[in-house]
RNA sequence: GGUCUCAUCGUCUAACGGCUAGGACAGCGCCCUUUCACGGCGCAAAUAGGGGUUCGAUUCCCCUUGGGACUACCA
């Protein structure tokens, strides 16, 4: 290969949210432009003005922010327009592109009549045939027309890092449209001229687009212009294996955002998705990740999207935090007037698999649910049995200082005082006093959080629960 | 339908042509334990099928089967 130095892009079309295949194609570039010291430009392909939507391209922007994906260039296709008319202009002149006249409804009955007869429908080339008088005649009568490629008749091979040798029939293609009108280039032509025109060495991108690469080499042909290398990466998958989509899972990044993922736990899964370090590891940062990305070990075959690994992982990551940082994350995720302590959300901490959780599992500590009496109870304990208990602990509590107040403490001091009676019977009382729930962290966790005033609070009415 | 493409546990995957086919998630069991989690230990689970090539195929070749993508005046 060459020694240029590498040059890699993203582009999106602004056309929707940021797509959780389309973050990991762009991670893939990032990393694959890391890894080889070269710059990773982001392309917004907004040719197409009627679906391309300002606030998708912000959300684009914000996604791969979020992802860590720092781009070193930001290009707008719809600012480009004079360039890619140039090129258009050169097409006609050197007869490799035409205009057609063909309305879509004539195009339609052709395509049916192909398709009924067996035939792959392609365009019949009709309007090549047309004559300059004939085509300023019709322009002049203000017929609608659009610009064909004239698409050579010839075999394509190239090259795939990932999928080896992939050849082609461009025999069997047709004529493509490759702009509406001069102003109005469309996907597979703008893409080559402007992967040409700032030196792209690689395309990294979705399987998608294999079958878009020989068209895309042919009008680089034409155009007298050389193509980049290719590596069409596996698709993302549905559990069915159909391409991923929300009818089976959240597809936008966006979801997982606001669904309480971080940044590094998502990175890490999808850097995993379709890829495999040499050495056999499933936790890698962010550094090391750059230091053993390879194309040459991402996967063929699709992967698909699989919730509970990037569960696993976001849990691993939620644990690395430090008490505090975890404490402001997870805030963001509360109503503003829950005032969450490092003590409530070290309670929960090891509990959640994403900061969306933490909200249902930390509300008892604001709102004490107005739960049955019965779920006091363990097993099947009688009431006065538990009653007497709360007592007995409360009793305790009252000579412990609020200094002492600690889960270490309350732990040592109440599991001495009360050895001699079930422990099921002591702290379940005592933690669904506290709680109002089934499930919960540890009363002693709950207690230090609560402080004493609000935890003797709670089993005073927990006592008053089982006299009524 | 046509073109292209893919194929190891349920899932993500490892294995210069040479080991009881390894790991992780999920599942199950045990331990820890007042609950739920965390954690620790363990179990179960795969080379799609058929032909070759070879002393030897997960690995190379062919066929079958199955899956997927693409088939726009979207990208």
Known sequence: MDNKRVKVRF????????????????????????????????????????????????????????????WDELIRQSERREVYKEYLEQLIASKAAYYCFCTKEELEGAREGMVVSGLP??????????????????????????????????????????RGTVTFDAALFGDQVIAKSLIEPLYNFANVVDDSEMQITHVIRGEEHLANTPRQILIAEALGLASPSFAHIPLILNPDRSKM?????????????????????????LAFLGWHPREDKDIMS?????????????????????IEKLNWLNSHYINRLSSEEFTELAQKYLPDDWKFTNTMAESVRSRVKNLGEVKDLASFYFNLPNYDKAILLWKKMPPAAAEANLSNIAKILEGIDNLSFTKENLEKILIEKTKDLPKGEVFWPLRVALSGAEKSPTPFEIMEALGKIESLDRIMRAINKLRE
């Open 11 to 70: 582009a999106p079309s602004p056309t929707g949210w940021l797509h959780i295949g389309g973050a990991r194609t762009a991670l893939f570039n990032w990393l694959f432009a890391k890894a080889n010291g070269g710059e990773f430009i982001l392309r917004i392909e907004d040719t197409d003005r009627e679906r391309s939507k300002k606030e998708f391209e912000e959300g684009i922007l914000s996604g791969l922010k979020w992802l860590g994906l720092e």
């Open 121 to 162: 429908p392609k365009y019949s080339g009709r309007c090549r045939a047309l004559t300059d008088a004939e085509i300023e005649g019709k322009k002049r009568a203000g017929a609608k027309n659009v610009i064909r490629f004239k698409m050579p008749e010839k075999k394509v091979i190239f090259k795939d890092t990932i």
């Open 245 to 269: 989509s929300k009818r089976f899972a959240d597809v936008a990044l966006k979801d997982y955002i606001s669904g309480g993922y971080l940044p590094d736990a998502m990175f890490n899964f």
């Open 286 to 306: 962010r550094n090391e990740l750059v230091k053993e990305f390879e194309l040459e070990r991402v996967q063929k075959a699709g992967a698909v999207f699989n």
